[in-house]
């Protein structure tokens, strides 16, 4: 018998390989394929269903039928006779193996951009230090400003470009690999590479090819997914190849197929532990337990950072990242995936889970597959995420983000519930803002800034100017009392409030805004704005209070540094509030803090310490983001739920 793999998920280089890939005396010095039980990408080359034959070549032969041996039975491995060919590919022609890694590294020292591809996608590479070849990356995948992430050679390296912890270190080092986003801590580090922005993704090679490529190269390369914007993970050659000369000036590759695509995953470091903004590679798919048992279920998540999730008894299988699926590359993706995923798990669902926003894409597909249907509301589905990694039943829940619909037509995003995997009452939430400009004002923060100083009585020439001339036009309408969509999203609030700091007035990528305003905002501790709570089923807490007295800092010239913090501990103030009012009305103790605005490090441990100090017990992502990413496992634990007290009422009838 042949023993399986310890596990089918991607485990960095271990360090047994490592040592061996160093020294000059190991048949696999210098071998870029370099794996043993312990170690590889298991998962995104398929190992768990290729039926390959045992090793071939003499010398892996003997390893594999000696037993001890670290490859003992271990079909997967390789060496340089037998292994995969490196090649890259240039203007200049191909080059193969040792001529074509060189190639690669004397490109990347000159400041070139390289494709490089990894066991689950491809990575555009380019020197971190080197101001002018990043802004070239920047110019060439038109993506102005959203943050890259950086490979590092070691960890000494990510010390000298970032504040970490012994806790971080050690996340870092994780089989898994993660990017984590640390506070940047130097210039070494190119501006463009995480241009607005105080924190720097880094994260260290997974592989034997990265290894000496991050030994060889650059000691600190840009590692970002090679797709265009908005698009998943590229998973052939061919599509890799077409980048030459439009994206890259290379492409480095190697014949062993991608089978399952994984983006790397992504953490953001913070002193409570790592907060998740992505789970991908490494993490997917181990299974995560539901708290009960449900029939086989399918979820198929939210519009944006889309994932889709499988279950049954009482396992759940989330996928890898799948991607935005207004790209018709992601939507590909996820169809694809849904089969993958079925195959893998050997699920075959008899219900599908879904939002209630009719226009993603998701929702649609669902509604059409023939499967019978559990509409999840999306601010349900975040709580019902966050419950289940705590293991919790019921709790209030905290759910910011930018927008999901409600219920009641209406978009949501700054919600109060209280909830358990089977309902959900919305108890208060944040004042509506009204996006003027519909889709517009989602693009330019500036739009929403007036439409937040209007509502409260400031006078528009407090504004900093926008950089449209749209703007005396929409602020007549909105004086008139013209009617625009409305969204209670914590997001949307962030973004007016950045555009009236003058931080950030058009924004390039989601979540800018707010992510900006973050960076600017001190630590130190600050006055919270006032703010007034409006009674009522459900409550609202009014920020036109807020907004005057940012006003009034805006027009005294405070420092944007002191405002933005002010702001982040209203927020938190305004939450510790809210969830009075709630323990007041349903007695529950324990907070969940859902939607992607808890990605905001600051928020989160303001928001913890004013709601610990106050008696609560604060459940958070632990794993699984608490942005649109985590919405189908969620979707799962409502729809479970729901089905389970169905049948529970079936049985009683
Ligand atoms: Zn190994
Ligand atoms: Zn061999």
Not at 131 to 151: C, D, G, N, T, Y
Request: hydrophobic share 40%; glycine share 8%.
């Amino acid at each position: 018998m042949t023993p399986a793999p310890k596990a089918s998920i991607d485990r960095s280089i271990c360090v047994d390989c490592l040592t061996e890939l160093l020294s000059q005396e190991d048949r696999r010095y210098r071998y870029p394929f370099i794996q043993c039980a312990a170690c590889g990408p298991a998962f995104s080359t398929g190992w768990i269903d290729d039926g390959r034959a045992d090793p071939s070549c003499p010398a892996c032969r003997i390893e594999f039928e000696t037993p001890g041996n670290r490859r003992h039975g271990f079909r997967w491995i390789s060496c340089k006779d037998c292994g995969p060919v490196l090649r890259f590919v240039s203007e200049q022609g191909t080059e193969t193996q040792e001529a074509a890694l060189a190639r690669a590294i004397e490109y990347l020292h000159e400041g070139r951009i390289v494709v490089i591809k990894a066991s689950g996608g491809f990575h555009l590479a380019v020197d971190a230090r080197n101001e002018e070849a990043v802004q070239k990356l920047r110019r060439r995948k038109r993506r102005p400003h959203k943050p890259f992430a950086v490979m590092a050679r070691d960890l000494e390296w990510v010390e000298r470009v970032a504040f970490v912890s012994s806790e971080d270190r050690a996340f870092l080092d994780r089989p898994e690999r993660p990017i984590l986003l640390l506070p940047g801590r130097s210039a070494e580090i190119a501006p463009s590479v995480a241009p607005g922005l105080s924190d720097v993704g880094l994260f260290l090679p997974s592989s034997g090819l990265q290894v000496l490529l991050l030994r060889e190269g650059p000691p600190l390369q840009v590692m970002t997914s090679a797709n265009f914007t908005r698009e998943p993970t590229l998973r052939e050659d061919a599509e890799a190849l077409r980048m030459l000369g439009e994206l890259a000036d290379g492409v480095l590759l190697f014949d062993r197929a991608i089978v399952e695509h994984s983006d790397d995953s992504v953490f953001r470091s913070s002193s409570e532990g790592p907060i998740p903004i992505r789970r991908s590679r490494g993490f997917v798919p181990k299974t995560i337990e539901l708290p009960f048992e449900t029939p086989p279920l399918l979820a198929v998540g939210a519009q944006e950072k889309n994932t889709v999730c499988l279950a049954a008894g009482r396992e759940a299988h989330l996928s890898q990242h799948i991607g935005d699926l207004e790209s018709a590359e992601a939507f590909a993706r996820f169809l694809d995936d849904i089969e993958r995923l079925k195959a893998r798990t050997g699920i075959e669902p008899v219900a599908v889970a879904h939002d209630l926003h009719p226009d993603y894409r998701s929702t649609r597909w669902a509604l059409e597959s023939g499967l019978p249907t559990i509409g999840v509301q999306h601010h349900h589905a975040h709580a019902g995420a966050v419950l289940l990694e705590n293991g919790a039943q019921a709790a209030i829940a905290v759910l910011f983000d930018g927008t999901g619909l409600g219920e009641d037509g209406r978009l949501w995003g700054g919600e109060f519930f209280s909830a358990s995997y089977e309902s959900y009452r919305r108890l208060g939430h944040l004042r509506p803002l009204a996006l003027a400009g519909g889709g517009a004002a989602i693009r330019n923060p500036w739009r929403l800034a007036l439409a937040a100083a209007i509502d409260a009585g400031v006078p528009e020439e407090v504004l900093p100017k926008p950089p449209e001339r749209a703007f005396a036009a929409l602020a007549a309408r909105l004086q008139r009392g013209d009617s625009f969509p409305t969204s209670t999203g914590a997001g949307r609030w962030f973004d007016a409030v950045a555009a009236m700091l003058g931080v950030r007035q058009q924004v390039s990528y989601d979540g800018q805004a707010a992510a900006e305003l973050e960076s600017v905002a001190t630590t130190a501790p600050v006055d919270a704005y006032p703010f007034e709570i409006r009674a009522g089923s459900p409550f609202e807490i009014d920020l036109r209070a807020t907004i005057r007295a940012l006003a009034a800092d805006v027009a005294s010239r405070t420092p944007a540094s002191i405002a933005a913090a002010r702001f982040h501990e209203t927020l938190a103030r305004a939450i510790e509030a809210g969830c009075h009012l709630a323990r007041a009305k349903t007695g529950l103790g324990d907070v969940v803090l859902g939607g992607g605005c808890f990605q905001n490090r600051l928020l989160l441990s303001r928001t913890r310490e004013r709601l610990e100090a106050s008696g609560f017990r604060v459940l958070c992502a632990r794993e699984v983001p608490p942005n649109d990413g985590g919405i189908a496992l969620g979707q799962v634990a409502v729809a479970a739920a729901r089905l389970r007290s169905r049948a529970t009422l079936a049985t009683e009838a």
